[in-house]
């Protein structure tokens, strides 16, 4: 039977000869079965694991970046993003052991027993206890094995909605007040140059979006005026290609500050969508016919063009459901199970949490609630006959379980002991 390795980071430290020996961390490929690590090694590893979740008590991860529980302000020392790494690999592994199992299922069981949706094990094989980013419509699809035809209905009902053109707009002002709030907080840690071209460009962006807004301004009275102003036949006609022009720009002038600002990679799937429209007028100074039809324009070409596996698709589909641009992580990806009453399915992914005060609860259960609804959503669109139940797990280094519901979602909150 062929063994995998455990991949640390590669630029993480680790010390061989410690109290807890990690050359006895390993996984399994998905198509071996589980193999248990010796009980000694729990015993090793635990007051590790109980060390780092007492220093990272104040932090908390959101949608792929650290914050400080307090001010969620971003963290981007190197040195706690290693200890977070860590303790986010002990943690997987403590999650395979037999006890956390047992105690897991049990609890699921006797939950789950009234729903009829009973999965025998929740996380029990290495692959389900991998991290999950998602970040398409196809790797959402995938996860619930939905078929060609029915992707195909998915997206032939979700594009209308999602691009809109109110959708659209409001999803790239949403990416560049983001880019710019971080760059604010970088504290001169980007050249001075650099950063002085960059806000240009975002300010420059967002006024362009302002100024040549067609229907958002409820103060607008475009709806009378039939036909274009004097001002718009004088001026050249403004194009969504002028915006491409400077996303451009803006990738290219800080292209080497990407892991240091979270929503510059969104500017870059952008602009497969401005590219589809790059010929689209957006004056706001067109009459009301020709502006309603330029609207229109956009929602036709970014529906057709935009495919099943666009990330620009799916971060529409998250700013239409959420108001949020960020794609959507978990910590252990879980799976579909089958099995009790038949037609009724349950559906898990989970997080780990540094630690089990309120304001860090609260925060991850949201971020799975949004996973979740995004599964939802696609199920329900797809017209899947079987009833989705959906489960969210939160582990942390504790003594006490406990059971919330959100939105008619079970939470379980699970202490991770030996």
Known sequence: MYIKP???????????????????????????????????????AFPKLRKLCHSLR?????????????????????????????????ARAFLGSPAVQQTSNNEVLATLAATGSVPKTCFSK???????????????????????????????????????????????????????????????????????????????CLCFLADT?????????????????????SVPSHQWGDILEMFNDL?????????????????????????QIKDVLL??????????????????????????????LFTLLQYYLYGRVQDSEVDFCGGVYRGGVKGSVCLCIGKVLTSDEE????SNIKQLDRALGLFRFVWETAGMKEVLELQGHLWYVGAEDRTLTCRGNIFFLRATRI
Not at 213 to 233: C, G, M, N, Q, Y
Not at 359 to 362: F, L, W
């Open 359 to 362: 304001k860090v609860v609260c």
């Open 126 to 204: 290495a692959d389900e206890r991998e991290p999950l980013i998602l970040n398409s419509l196809t790797k959402v699809c995938n996860y619930l094995n939905i078929s060609a035809q029915q992707r195909k209905s998915v997206r032939l009902t979700m594009c209308p909605q999602v691009t809109h053109h109110r959708i659209w707009t409001g999803a790239i002002e949403e990416i560049l007040r983001g880019l710019k709030s971080e760059m604010e907080s970088l504290n001169n840690r980007v050249p001075p140059k650099v950063a002085h071209m960059a806000e240009q460009i975002v300010s420059n």
């Open 6 to 44: 455990f991949l640390w980071p590669k630029h993480l430290k680790v010390n061989r000869h410690g109290p807890w020996d990690l050359r006895v961390l390993f996984y399994h490929s998905s198509e071996e079965p589980n193999e248990e690590l010796p009980s000694e090694w729990y015993q090793r």
């Open 58 to 90: 104040n932090v908390d991860e959101v949608d792929g970046r650290l914050v400080h529980v307090d001010d969620e302000s971003t963290i981007r020392d190197e040195h706690v993003i290693h200890k977070m790494h860590t303790f986010k690999s002990l």
């Open 283 to 312: 004056d706001r100074d067109l009459g009301y016919k020709e502006a309603r039809h330029q609207e229109s324009l956009v929602q036709k070409k970014l529906s057709k063009s935009l495919g099943h596996s666009s990330h620009c």
């Open 213 to 233: 807004s067609i229907s958002s301004d409820p103060d607008s009275v475009s709806w009378i005026r039939l036909t274009p102003t004097e001002k718009a036949k």
């Open 251 to 275: 990738t290219k002038c800080l292209r080497s500050e990407t892991k240091m600002l979270y929503h510059l990679p969104k500017v870059e799937v952008m602009k497969e969508g401005l590219f």
